[in-house]
DNA sequence: AAAACGGGGGC
DNA sequence: GCCCCAGTTTT
């Protein structure tokens, strides 16, 4: 696929995906900027609706907006702003971990490193990637679920795993598209190429995709 | 590579 | 009741 296609592509996922007015890129565009905020918010999203995030993040950081704060808070403080996301136990318990890491080991700042962002608990590669890519306006990658189900579905890539796809996209897209691609394809995933039941027949990418007429995209 | 983790909300 | 979800860690 040249860079004209690849240009293309990315624009017609931008019409697919309703463009900025679609939630999920609304609140991002929020956070943005707010590299702390960012990396909350999504230790909060791990495997829970976004707009459940979105408020729990808001009455979190009521609570204590700085790591000084949040490293204070207890458990029991932290699971009452937060509900109702889920994983209490890991949530509720690696925040003030994550806060204590940024004041002793990063001077309460969040780091712009990858390798610093993987050694903070509960960190994994997507959550450093979209704190790179947002908050320090880094280009790169952030693969979720969505990211690899359909960059495989539109035969851009051919992988496994998440962390293969990642590699993959790096090869395949110029860097300029990378941050663009990660929250289209997100959006794109959520509204209309969903795991179960996708709205094929609003789909626009139906010439891409092989599977077009099949009921399931699992 | 696969399983564990883990809970509210939608149907 | 059952299944799904912007993942990470452990086995």
């Known amino acids: 696929m040249d860079s004209k296609e690849i240009d293309l592509l990315v624009r017609r ?20 900027h707010d590299p702390f905020k960012i990396l909350i918010s999504t230790v909060l ?102 990211v690899h189900r359909i960059s495989n579905r539109l035969g851009l890539v051919k992988t496994k795993t998440p962390e293969q796809t990642e590699f993959a996209l790096q090869d395949t897209l110029p860097r300029c598209y990378w941050s663009r691609y990660n929250t289209l394809l997100v959006s794109f995933g959520q509204r209309v190429c969903r795991p179960v039941s996708p709205l094929c027949s609003s789909c626009l990418l139906g010439d891409l995709c092989p599977r077009i007429s099949v009921t399931s995209h699992r």
């Not at 996922?13 to 943005?32: C, K, M, N, Y």
């Open 13 to 32: 996922l931008e019409v697919s995906a309703g463009g900025a007015d679609f939630p999920i890129v609304t609140q991002l565009a929020e956070r943005q």
């Open 45 to 146: 999203s791990l495997r829970t609706k976004d707009e459940v995030t979105g408020k729990a993040t808001e009455k979190l950081f009521r609570l204590a907006s700085t790591p000084e704060g949040m490293m204070k808070l207890s458990e029991e403080e932290i699971r009452q702003a937060i509900y109702p996301v889920g994983f209490y136990r890991n949530k509720a318990r690696q925040i003030p971990e994550i806060c204590r890491d940024l004041v002793e080991r990063f001077f309460s700042r969040v780091p712009d490193t990858l390798e610093d962002l993987l050694s903070l608990k509960g960190v994994g590669r997507k959550t450093a990637n979209l704190v790179l890519s947002l908050g320090y306006g880094q280009e790169a990658i952030c693969v979720d679920t969505h």
